[in-house]
């Protein structure tokens, strides 16, 4: 029995050269040319597909989402911290259904993906703001009016003042509207997920690379199309992978070999993963490219990544929130400000040195420092010391005085 019964015998009528071509042609416009040319469609959601676009999108909105955030008052002494402050209570639960955490979140995705990140702001009789509402990229956009006033206008028709909305813009051309660093960076993308599905083909085919099968005659086209579906149902994917094939008739098959080296698969894919990482300003080690992370450099380089990366999205949320949420007689002593303790302290020999100079000039009290370290108060606590003796400040200069 032969494998391919289906091979004209020698007694058939043999198809000319040109008949042959015109039936593979056929065939390879159809499935090989349409795939060849086919450009991925990329969308800013559709972008998340790709690993390293997900990792930076993620470290953004998650490290800003846990920031506390904080409104402070100017005072003789310096700031103190609101905790009865209206506003304050409605930074922490913007809404019924939503946490900071939440809003935070949803904003800087939505900037990070689209470019802008929009939430309403709802006011009572007497202008007060009472609630905080995320709203979708998709669903409003601004409109800058001849007399350059700014207005929101939403997908029901609705049209919103610029007071009345929270609007966190990255890179903008225009000074209104943020541009989408997907739409922007479209081509790298689509390099990436070309490079992604090479990966997936490769190896569903179990990590063998594409060949020719040798007859010495020619098919005709009826012949050639369920060899073709024979093969495809036998000899390709993942299940068939080192499968043996039964060839007849004089059949040969030939591997068409293309090294990875020569493919530069593996060098595309961290080319491409340094490249998004780079449209993010996120340090490669934070997505697990650690090629030139060393124990030295990783804390510089997360260092870099809040002063560069984060703290421009942190600013333009303060000043949205300043202009936007604080009434007119409030906005000269109040303020919004991020807790970036937390992310600019380093190891734990570091920070001691540091507390421990502050305190023998005199900078900082033993409370300021266990502030800063998340530890309660003690009474004698707010005494500034210097390095006379390690008496207090006032000490020093009564005996000072004294002695004149």
């Known amino acids: 029995m032969k494998w391919f019964p289906f091979i004209q015998s020698r007694d058939e009528r043999r198809m000319t050269s040109a008949e ?11 499935d090989t040319v349409a795939d060849a040319t086919r450009q991925p469609n990329i969308s800013e ?35 103190e911290r609101q905790y009865q ?17 939440d809003l935070m979140h949803h904003l800087m995705i939505s900037c990070a993906l689209w470019g802008n990140g929009y939430a309403r702001i709802y006011r009572d009789k007497y202008y007060r703001p009472l609630r905080l509402k ?17 207005f929101y206008r939403l997908d029901s028709g609705e049209l919103l003042p610029n007071c009345d909305i929270i609007h966190l813009r990255g890179l903008s051309t225009n000074g209104y509207k943020g541009k989408s660093p997907i739409a922007v960076h479209r ?36 012949a050639y199309q369920r060899l073709r579906k024979d093969l495809m149902a036998q000899a390709v994917g993942l299940h068939n992978a080192h499968v043996p094939l039964l060839l007849e008739g004089g059949m040969t098959y030939e591997r068409i070999s293309i090294p990875p080296e020569d493919a530069q698969f593996i060098a595309t894919r961290k080319f491409q993963k340094t490249e998004i990482a780079t ?14 992370a060393t124990n030295n450099n990783i804390e510089h380089q997360g260092m870099e990544f809040v002063q560069y990366c984060l703290l421009p999205y942190l600013v333009r949320i303060e000043e949205e929130f300043n202009h936007k ?14 807790g970036l303790n937390g992310l600019l302290r380093g190891d734990a020999k570091t920070r001691s040195e540091y507390y421990k100079n502050m305190n023998f000039v005199g900078a ?41």
């Open 187 to 222: 081509d790298n993308l689509a390099l990436s997920i070309s490079a992604q599905d090479y990966g997936k083909r490769f190896f569903d085919q179990g990590g063998n690379m594409s060949g020719v099968f040798k007859y010495p005659s020619t098919l005709k086209p009826d």
């Open 134 to 150: 995320f709203i979708h990229p998709a669903r409003i956009e601004p409109i800058l009016s001849d007399n350059d006033e700014l």
């Open 325 to 338: 949420l604080l009434r007119d007689d409030e906005f000269a002593d109040y303020y919004f400000l991020f």
């Open 279 to 292: 449209i993010y300003g996120i340090p490669p080690h934070m997505i697990a490219d650690l090629e030139r």
């Open 20 to 30: 042959f071509e015109a039936a593979v042609n056929k065939v390879i416009t159809a």
């Open 85 to 101: 402050h209206p506003c304050h209570h409605l930074i922490q639960k913007p809404n019924s259904y939503s946490t900071r955490f």
């Open 364 to 404: 900082m009290s033993a409370n300021e420092i266990r502030s800063l370290e998340d530890m309660n108060s003690y009474d004698g606590g707010d005494e500034y010391f210097v390095q006379m003796n390690m008496q207090t400040i006032n000490n020093a200069i009564n005996g000072k005085k004294a002695s004149k």
């Open 45 to 79: 959601e559709g972008a998340l597909n790709l690993s390293a676009v997900w990792a930076c999108v993620r470290i953004l909105s998650e490290t800003v989402g846990t920031l506390p955030m904080h409104l402070y008052q100017r005072t003789e002494k310096g700031r």
